[in-house]
DNA sequence: CTTGGACCCCAAAACGTTTTGGACACCCGC
DNA sequence: GCGGGTGTCCAAAACGTTTTGGGGTCCAAG
């Protein structure tokens, strides 16, 4: 159907290496020429056939990435958040990418030794890092180029991007406790991922600086079930305490049911409990009320992984694509002043004009 | 690195046709080479390059879907299980899936082009058809082959799957009825899509079966605004109505929304209310009270669209591939008697044992 | 002894690019 | 007039498969 390389240097009187060169914008072939070469192709709607050129090339130009099972982690626009900085950036680089969600893990690995082996990509995006992630492992192994959506505990380098977990977690402890909260719990995610770990680190510097001990009965997983139900059997349990927290740190996806819970007590967020997550970017802002929320820059990260992958591909060296990004606050309305200032009446958020206003932590 | 065909024909003293075709199958090559070929093929991991065989075969082996703006439509179990259908089937039938996330309207046209005319794909899928879909009208004229998950208006036919709507609407809404309930809501989806239409009619089709007149003020959609939001909104309207709905219908993500709204009210779903949702997976069994909801079988949605649009790249007609596929009622605890018949003390629902119970409508 | 048909195998072409390794013409300086 | 550089162009090879179109060999039937 649509016009060959080969048609298109006959029509042009030319041979295909030059064509081919003129596209390609080589300097061996002359300013007219290539003007004529291009206006020609244009007109024919030209393009190289990909396959053609991945075989010639030796290049797939197609990176991979696999959905690990256990997908209820991902909230639904985190997900299409980090897919869109991914595609759009593929689209500017010229490549595909292929991808698969695996129904459970030995389809997992399976579903990557296709791609691997099978060399129907350049390099694959890991996400959801496991603490010890036998993908990573694997990749190493065969010498594959791979990036990871967040951390994991490796002696021989990788690439990766991961959020400053420790260091959003610790703002926002920060934060409750400027509001007056002595009493914060943290609702934390499952504690086979790198992740939760640093959120925990985090909620703990925060408190040694502010001179708060510890409570063991304040701290809590969603392990074992949905973040959302997670969020909610945790907050009932939280709350029916003795002396209960008036302040509430939550995981991905955990928010949710914790308003839920809240509710259910007839306790209203904001008011008697301050409520934070993490990530939840749409649901977080039509919640009632709109929860106040770190935002990592997912559709950056989507980016700046294939960036790096293909970097890597080119023959980069991992240790040197080893980067961390923050999250940012985001206030809303889920949070307000702590018991021990309610008294003196101050405002619930630094800056209470503007419905939303983020700030750097 | 790997094996050629070249390499692994020298090594057993055959030519690279002999050995390509005894891995192939063919019946010109004898039981026993076929075995020693097969055997050291197996033994070098031997797996046949797939661009070289794409660029051979004139086909790419891939087959292309771009998810559109607009993305909270997808709850995030829907989305998983219907990619999961389609990437388990992929693997099957040795092809790759393309991925991309459309950030606009204008950005979706450009990579969908870029697939096509790009020759990066033999075939793509189309989720959420519009009433009217330009995306539909241009893969005709292209003649590219194409599959729709959801139905539109178009005058050629072309190949579809999609969920019987006004069935399922109308079983639930019989549903209702049968528990005595004579003022039923319906929060429905946006009316730029076909499938609102249909579980519209479907509604339209039991009220009149049962002799209770159309009120328009009982019927909304969720359009302008999120589907969770629009839940909560249209929810908190319509119990303020002089005489409220007893039982509610929701479109695709509307129903935690509406929970919200009831609790706010303190309105008891199953008690006060009954409420029943479309789609949300997941969700629906942890929330509270868990929702009685219409699932269609997104996985097995999925693993058709592959399998019939292998059949039309293979030169199949797309008026052979038009199906309907039914929903199921999930009962769950969102769902009681209505007023009529609260005196008699019927049931909740009519298998209460279990806790979930399905039906076939 | 020849013909015809199984049966098994292979060399060469083809898919559509890009890259390699010149070839040719022209001009400049010596 | 000759060596060397520069500016354009191209034929052929290469990427790794599959398909095409036979080419042998062997045996049975004529």
Redesign the interface.
């Known amino acids: 159907m649509?016009t060959n390389l080969k048609q298109l240097a006959k029509l042009l009187g030319l041979s295909t290496t030059t064509v081919s060169r003129a596209l390609a914008g080589y300097p061996d072939v002359s300013e007219v020429t290539r003007r004529r070469v291009r206006a020609e192709a244009k007109a024919h709607?030209y393009?190289p056939?990909?396959?053609?050129r991945?075989?010639q090339k030796g290049r797939?130009e197609?990176i991979g990435i696999i959905?690990p099972p256990g997908?209820?982690y991902?909230?639904?626009?985190f997900?299409?958040e980090l897919?869109?900085g991914?595609?759009?950036t593929?689209?500017i680089k010229e490549h595909?990418?292929?991808?698969?969600?695996?129904?459970d893990m030995e389809n997992e690995s399976?579903?990557m030794r296709?791609m691997v082996?099978?060399?129907?990509v350049d390099g694959v995006i890991l996400v959801q890092s496991r603490l010890d992630d036998p993908r990573i492992r694997y990749l190493q192994e065969q010498q594959f180029p791979f990036v990871v959506y967040g951390r994991t505990e490796s002696e021989t380098p990788y690439a990766f991007i991961d959020v400053n977990g420790t260091r959003a977690f610790r703002e926002a402890t920060d934060f409750l406790i400027e509001l007056g909260h002595r009493r914060i719990a943290l609702i934390n995610g499952p504690s086979v991922f790198y992740f939760p770990k640093c959120c925990a680190a985090g909620y703990r510097q925060a408190l040694q600086a502010a001179q708060i001990e510890w409570d063991d009965s304040l701290v809590c997983s969603t392990q074992g079930t949905?973040p959302?139900?997670g969020g909610?059997l945790h907050t009932l349990e939280l709350m029916r305490l003795p002396d209960p927290p008036t302040g509430l740190l939550c995981f991905t996806e955990a928010a949710?049911?914790v308003?839920?819970a809240l509710?259910?007590l007839n306790l209203q967020a904001g008011q008697d409990v301050s409520v934070i997550g993490y990530d939840d970017l749409?649901?977080a802002r039509?919640?009632?009320p709109p929860l106040t929320t770190l935002r990592p820059p997912v559709r950056e990260i989507g980016r700046r992984l294939i960036e790096i992958l293909i970097s890597l591909i080119g023959g980069g060296l991992p240790e040197n694509f080893q980067e961390i990004r923050e999250a940012h606050l985001t206030f809303r309305q889920s949070t307000g002043v702590g018991p021990r200032q309610r008294s003196f009446n101050l405002p619930a958020s630094p800056s209470s004009s503007k419905p939303d206003s983020t700030m750097s932590p």
């Open positions: 649509s709607g393009q056939n990909p396959v053609a991945r075989l797939t197609a959905l997908q209820n991902f909230s639904d626009t997900f299409t897919l869109g991914i595609s759009e593929m689209a595909d990418l292929v991808l698969t969600v695996a129904s399976q579903a296709r082996e099978g060399k129907r949905s959302d139900n909610y949710p049911g308003f839920r509710s259910q749409e649901l039509y919640s009632a």
